[in-house]
């Protein structure tokens, strides 16, 4: 688990105490935040504009909070953004046989998509923790596997079979004025954190990212463990796809391409080590919202999104060679 108290890093005689990386990636979102509120304050930091940049990083949230498990065990899941779409494709087909405009049809949709990601999240586990195929090649098999499936069966159009209180509610409704998709979100991250921080399966996941073989020996099941943290990693996936095909109001089969390249970045960026054994979903959260508050910032400014890439490009390298130095001064180096 990430370290209580900063790592002090030895430098040229002196001792240089080094903050979390959860916090100094938050650091960086609140100077994002303050730069472009400095030139916009009156329309970026209004509550219309806030609850659109929640809206925008919820779906990402919901998929990167089972992206957080997976990269705390030292594995990567490169399948999430094909996952969703092929979950959001089943759900549609299942929605419209279904027929009709109630909650009945959105429950059957739901379960269809939570069905369909943790059957590709266990296929990842299976392959990943028994097979001993590279999580980095497994997922990128699955991740054209389940894209070719969605296009098959969708025969390569965006499908629209969306009821209407799917879209009207959880789309583009609110409670209070929190939008439903940000409030699903946060539930999912609350929910998530604590499993990772406060529960045995948590506990049990940073020893296997730290030291697997160790973990064995203290009696984890090391390949029980990891193929239900990549089928949870699935589910999150497949009920993303659902809350895409609510805010959407399609399958938008070609808008997904870059989810996991962004989910990973998000994660990574949060302070979860891609070597394993540390991390935590708070950070994650802000790791997300970074990319939405650069694009929505940017557009603002009058400036090309492109650059967005660019700073998170440059974040993401910054967040590992944080993690690196974290690493060498817990090891005394």
Request: aromatic letters at 6%.
């Amino acid at each position: 688990m990430m370290p209580a108290q900063p790592p002090i890093l030895v430098k040229g005689g002196r001792r240089v105490a080094l903050p979390s990386a959860a916090m100094s990636i938050f650091l960086i979102l609140l100077a994002i935040v303050a730069v472009f509120a400095t030139f916009r304050f009156e329309s970026f930091a209004s509550v219309a504009n806030l609850k659109n940049i929640c809206t925008a990083a919820s779906i990402l949230l919901v998929m990167a909070v089972g992206a957080t498990f997976v990269i705390v065990t030292a594995g990567v899941d490169l399948s999430v953004g094909s996952v969703l779409v092929f979950s959001g494709v089943v759900a549609d087909k299942v929605m419209a046989a279904a027929g009709g405009q109630g909650w009945g049809v959105v429950l059957l949709g739901f379960v269809a998509a939570a069905v369909c990601g943790a059957l590709w999240g266990t296929i990842n586990g299976t392959l990943i923790a028994k097979a001993r195929v590279p999580p980095l090649i497994t997922t990128l098999g699955t991740l054209g596997a389940a894209q070719g499936l969605a296009l098959i069966i969708s025969e390569g159009v965006d499908l629209k079979d969306v009821p209407d209180v799917l879209g009207d509610t959880l789309g583009i409704g609110d409670f209070l004025g929190v939008p439903w998709l940000v409030i699903i979100a946060l539930v999912v991250a609350l929910v998530g954190g604590a499993a990772l921080t406060l529960t045995r399966f948590g506990r049990h996941t940073f020893a296997i990212g730290s030291n697997p073989n160790a973990s064995r020996e203290m009696g984890i099941d090391v390949t029980r463990h990891l193929i239900i943290v990549y089928a949870l990693a699935g589910l999150l996936a497949g009920v993303a796809g659902l809350l895409s095909l609510a805010r959407y109001g399609s399958t938008t089969i070609s808008g997904h391409t870059t989810d996991n390249l962004s989910v990973v970045a998000a994660v990574v960026i949060g302070g979860t080590s891609l070597f394993g054994g540390a991390g935590g979903v708070f950070g994650t959260a802000i790791g997300v919202l970074i990319p939405a508050v650069l694009d929505n910032g940017l557009v603002m400014l009058g400036l090309e999104s492109f650059w967005r890439d660019v700073i998170v490009g440059v974040v993401l390298i910054g967040a590992v060679y944080l993690d690196q130095l974290g690493r060498r001064a817990r090891a005394g180096r």
